[in-house]
């Protein structure tokens, strides 16, 4: 190519050829001025020498996004924003503060939407993370207190936290779990994470299921194309936590005199004897197959997780079922409740 002030001149080329060097020319700072029929310089030529000399020494181009960054468009920014204060506005009421936290904030998308719902925004205390140089100077700009770093180095608490978090970046495919997580460990207790997601079956990860299942949650379905201004068609959720203490339902509890490990195993158990025939019925007592078993329970479980019931079972759990299964096995069920089930069933009523 050749030079002059800003224009730039390439040779003749096959269009697959030119075609294949659009990623090189973007990086190289090379645009195509469709006005005036010419490619364009936007930099400096010595910025030009310095990346054509990276080039030919057999370096490779940079990654186009390495921090996995979609900025947040506006209505998602405003449905976070709205949510947010739904669950800690009256906070402004009682004159308290909120310490408001937005992790990899890219150009500050959320913090500004919460700023602008927010009854007074003075009693907010507004903190951004981001690890990018450009985007941190442009949120110190903006007049947010800024700390360039990584957000998994965060030891602050916050009572509010809401983040559009890399999805996948190098090293971690599955960027976006490993930042709710962190999330959720620096929120303080009544506060809220509300987090932009990939939709994907939350309660089917491991590691994010009981983490859910402690806490009182809300899973809203954005509609598809929500990024695509941003320059991606991933399908995305918005996830609403709140965190309370539900460990009480990992607590030891007692029904009619019985005791059960806590109440997780307790509303499987009612449920399989009360709608799970094929659990408890269509298994051959002979056979005491504990895979099978499990496999039964599992799918009760995940019956109620998907009515946001906390339950999660564990091997505690599933041994004590099993040994209730071999004890009740070829015998009759035991008596139906001698109450309704449905207020156990309820978020934050204690099992008697």
């Not at 019931?309 to 139906?336: C, H």
Request: a negative charge.
């Amino acid at each position: 190519m050749t030079v002059q002030g800003q224009d730039v001149t390439l040779p003749q080329m096959p269009p697959k050829t030119y075609a294949g060097l659009k990623d090189v020319l973007a990086y190289l700072g090379v645009t195509w001025d469709k006005r005036r029929k010419v490619h364009r310089l936007t930099g400096s030529e010595v910025d030009l020498r310095r990346k054509l000399a990276h080039l030919n020494a057999g370096g490779r181009l940079p990654p186009r996004n390495p921090l996995a960054f979609f900025p947040t468009p506006p209505e998602v920014a405003q449905q976070v924003a709205e949510l947010a204060h739904e669950a800690l506005g009256y906070r402004a009421h009682l004159g308290r503060r909120v310490t408001v936290l937005e992790p990899s904030a890219g150009e500050g998308a959320l913090l500004q939407a919460v700023e602008r719902v927010w009854d007074d925004p003075a009693h907010l205390d507004l903190h951004a993370w981001e690890l990018d140089p450009g985007r941190a100077a442009i949120l110190h700009v903006l007049g947010y207190r800024v700390t360039r770093a990584d957000f998994l180095s965060c030891a602050t608490p916050a009572d509010l936290i809401v983040m559009n978090p890399p999805f996948s970046v190098p090293g971690d495919a599955l960027a976006w779990r490993t930042h709710l997580i962190h999330a959720v460990g620096l929120c303080r207790e009544g506060g809220s994470v509300i987090a932009v997601l990939p939709a994907v079956p939350l309660l089917e990860d491991r590691l994010l299921a009981p983490l859910l299942l402690d806490r009182e949650y809300e899973v809203l379905p954005l509609p598809d194309g929500s990024f695509k201004s941003s320059g991606t068609l991933c399908k995305t959720v918005i996830l609403h936590v709140t965190q309370t203490d539900q460990s009480w339902r990992r607590q030891p509890t007692t029904w009619h005199d019985d005791p059960f490990p806590n109440t997780s195993t307790l509303q499987v158990f009612l449920t399989a004897y009360t709608f799970g025939d094929s659990v408890w019925n269509t298994l051959d007592p002979g056979e005491r197959s504990r895979s099978r078993f499990e496999r039964g329970l599992q799918a009760i479980a995940l019956d109620l997780q998907r009515q946001h019931l906390p339950v999660w079972l564990e091997d505690v759990d599933m041994a004590f079922l099993y040994a209730r299964w071999l004890t009740f096995s070829g015998a009759a069920p035991p008596p139906a409740p001698a109450r309704p089930l449905l207020p156990l069933f309820e978020p934050g009523v204690p099992a008697p």
